[in-house]
T-cell receptor
C-alpha cells in the first residue's frame, strides 16, 4: 500500500518563475493538506482540500500561492513568481473520509530552492 | 505566545535510557493529539495518535495526555540509536480532519 506520493522531491527555480508541486494521497484517502517547513522552523499549515473543494485556506499567503485538488489527478500547490523566501520544504498529508479514528499521514516532501 | 510550546533540545541520552518528551499548549479546543518522528530531510512519520485525555501504549512508546494541565508527553523505553530524530508534538481541534498545529520539535540523540 503506497503512502503519500509527492513530486518532484527537489525543485530549483529562479526568482520570478513558477513552481508546481504535486501530491497523490494514500489510496482511499479523500482529504489533502499542505504544510510548509521553513529552515529551522516548525511545520505550518497552509491549506486543506477535498476533491474539487478548498475547505480551509487560512494558512495560505494571500498572494502568489494557490492550491487545487481536481476530480481526477493529484493535488497541486502552485507558487507564482517565486521569491527567495519561498525556499522551504513543502509537505503534503492525506487522511481518510472517517475522521474520528485516524489522522493525517505525510509524504516525503518537496524541497524548493529559489535562486 | 505560541499555541504549542516544545523544548527544541537538543536532548542527548545513552542507549537504553528512558526518554521523556513534552509539550504544553494553550488552546483548550484541541482534542486530537499526535506525535510524529522526523528524520533529517524526510517527511514526518506518525508515531502515536490519541483522542482526549489518557494514556496510549505502542511497543516502546507511551503517549500521555492531560487536558486539565494542557500537557502532553511521549515516553520512549529502551531507547536505541535508531530513535535519534526530531520529535514533533501535534494537535488539532474538533476533528482530526482539520489543520494540525505542530510544536517546533525536539531534537533527540541516542548515544551508543
Amino acid at each position: 500500500n503506497a503512502g503519500v506520493m509527492q513530486n518532484p522531491r527537489h525543485l530549483v527555480r529562479r526568482r520570478g518563475q513558477e513552481a508546481r508541486l504535486r501530491c497523490s494521497p494514500m489510496k482511499g484517502h479523500s482529504h489533502v493538506y499542505w504544510y510548509r517547513q521553513l529552515p529551522e522552523e516548525g511545520l505550518k499549515f497552509m491549506v486543506y482540500l477535498q476533491k474539487e473543494n478548498i475547505i480551509d485556506e487560512s494558512g495560505m499567503p494571500k498572494e502568489r500561492f494557490s492550491a487545487e485538488f481536481p476530480k481526477e489527478g493529484p493535488s497541486i500547490l502552485r507558487i507564482q513568481q517565486v521569491v527567495r523566501g519561498d525556499s522551504a520544504a513543502y509537505f503534503c498529508a492525506s487522511s481518510p473520509p472517517w475522521t474520528d479514528t485516524d489522522t493525517q499521514y505525510f509524504g516525503p516532501g518537496t524541497r524548493l530552492t529559489v535562486l | 505566545q505560541k499555541e504549542v510550546e516544545q523544548d527544541p533540545g537538543p536532548l542527548s541520552v545513552p542507549e537504553g535510557a528512558i526518554v521523556s518528551l513534552n509539550c504544553t499548549y494553550s488552546n483548550s479546543a484541541f482534542q486530537y493529539f499526535m506525535w510524529y518522528r522526523q528524520y533529517s530531510r524526510k517527511g514526518p512519520e506518525l508515531l502515536m495518535y490519541t483522542y482526549s485525555s489518557g494514556n496510549k501504549e505502542d511497543g516502546r512508546f507511551t503517549a500521555q495526555v492531560d487536558k486539565s494541565s494542557k500537557y502532553i508527553s511521549l515516553f520512549i523505553r529502551d531507547s536505541q540509536p535508531s530513535d535519534s530524530a526530531t520529535y514533533l508534538c501535534a494537535m488539532s481541534g474538533y476533528s482530526s480532519a482539520s489543520k494540525i498545529i505542530f510544536g517546533s520539535g525536539t531534537r533527540l540523540s541516542i548515544r551508543p
